[in-house]
């Protein structure tokens, strides 16, 4: 858990935009420099993207079901922002926003604060003497084949 660093600590910067209506928008600014806050791990036949957000390990499937863009390279930041001119969800839960395209995700739930139509499975995580462990509704088939024991 050490070498993945807290998000919390490295939040994204936002600017004022003016749209041609006139009108004042946040939009993130690209990230830069600093620590990569994600990382992509293959578990169980999975590709998930791992977290750290405030003390929590948080484990979501890493290709975004919009445009398959990579979440482990995502800013993890609190839902408390506005998305498309409202707000959404509850403020004070982590969310990750896709690099692709800014989708925003629940990393509690799952569920798409941009598309409510979509969601991305999440994992349960436990950390325990600093080794994380992800868990899974059942074990891909392969896992116990005569072929993955290699004695």
Known sequence: ??????????PPSYRSQYTVTGEVRRTKEKRE?????GRAVNVNEHAIALFHFKGRIFAIENKCCHQGGPLWEGDIEELGHRLQGK???DPTK?????PWHGWVFDLET???MTQPSYSQKVYPCIVDRGIIT????????DTFSE???DF
């Open 94 to 98: 982590p969310c990750v926003s896709c």
């Open 147 to 149: 072929s993955a024991f």
């Open 33 to 37: 420099g600093g620590p990569v806050l």
């Open 87 to 89: 707000s959404v969800g």
């Open 110 to 112: 799952g569920a798409c």
């Open 134 to 141: 992800v868990g899974f509704e059942d074990f891909n088939p």
């Open 1 to 10: 858990m050490a070498d993945i660093p807290d998000s919390s600590k490295y």
